[in-house]
């Protein structure tokens, strides 16, 4: 496995960030597509004699995929299965969209890809407004409470639901705190995607992207219980 250890080491080096240049129009935010994932590791790849396949599998009536590294030498890295979680599986527009969502991070997993932002003023103006705010806090993230406006009841999509715990994973926060959250704040027994609707998705959107642990995330949650 030497020669493809040495080969991976060097392509990483070479990887820079997926751009997001794709929007989730129900939260104004933006993720990197499987187009700029691709775009980001594939020449780096190349350049050092190592390619990607993405297989599919049916077993028992579920759907899997297998991220596998291959190098020129034979010799590959696998990700292992991992289940293709479908709500509709006779809806081939849900399916796609399930076999593209985790294509896209099982590689971002497997190469170590950050996200970065498309707009490098965006990004300077950010660390100028953090720096500003770290000033302002004492070094200490501002607790952030959801605005009182109408609560929009309506369920939320699949892609919702898959960002949703994309945005956990990054954030190394199990994604079973999802469930533990809706019972503490709502009451609400989840037992599947169409159980959360659109108002409670954008409270956990929020205070995940505030939070940069789960103590941190915990204490979003205390917050808002004591209000």
């Known amino acids: 496995m030497k020669e493809i250890y ?15 240049d794709s ?12 187009e700029s994932v691709i775009e980001a590791i594939k020449i780096p790849l190349a350049h050092n004699n190592l390619a990607f396949i993405q297989p599919i599998f049916s077993e028992n009536d579920k759907w899997y995929m297998n991220t596998i590294l291959i190098h020129d030498s034979g010799q590959s890295i696998e990700s292992g299965k991992v289940e293709i979680i479908i709500q509709d599986k006779n809806n081939p527009q849900k399916l796609k969209s399930s076999v593209t969502y985790f294509r896209r991070t099982c590689l971002l997993s497997m190469c170590g890809i950050p ?20 000033k302002e806090h004492g070094n200490k993230k501002p607790v952030y409470v959801m605005p009182n406006k109408p609560k929009n009841e309506a369920l939320i999509s699949d892609q919702q639901w898959n960002e949703l715990k994309e945005q956990f994973v990054r954030a190394s926060i199990p994604t079973a705190e999802i469930a533990k959250v809706c019972w503490q704040l709502w009451k609400l027994n989840l037992k599947s995607p169409q159980d959360l609707k659109l108002y409670q998705y954008e409270h956990l959107m929020e205070w995940i992207s505030k939070s940069a642990s789960l103590d941190d995330f915990n204490k979003q949650i205390e917050f808002f219980m004591t209000k």
């Open 23 to 34: 929007k989730n129009p129900h939260f104004n935010s933006k993720y990197a597509d499987i």
């Open 6 to 20: 040495s080969a991976f080491i060097k392509a990483q080096s070479e990887i820079r960030g997926a751009v997001k």
């Open 115 to 134: 996200d970065t932002d498309d707009d490098g003023n965006a990004a300077s103006a950010k660390g100028n407004n953090d720096n500003a705010e770290k």
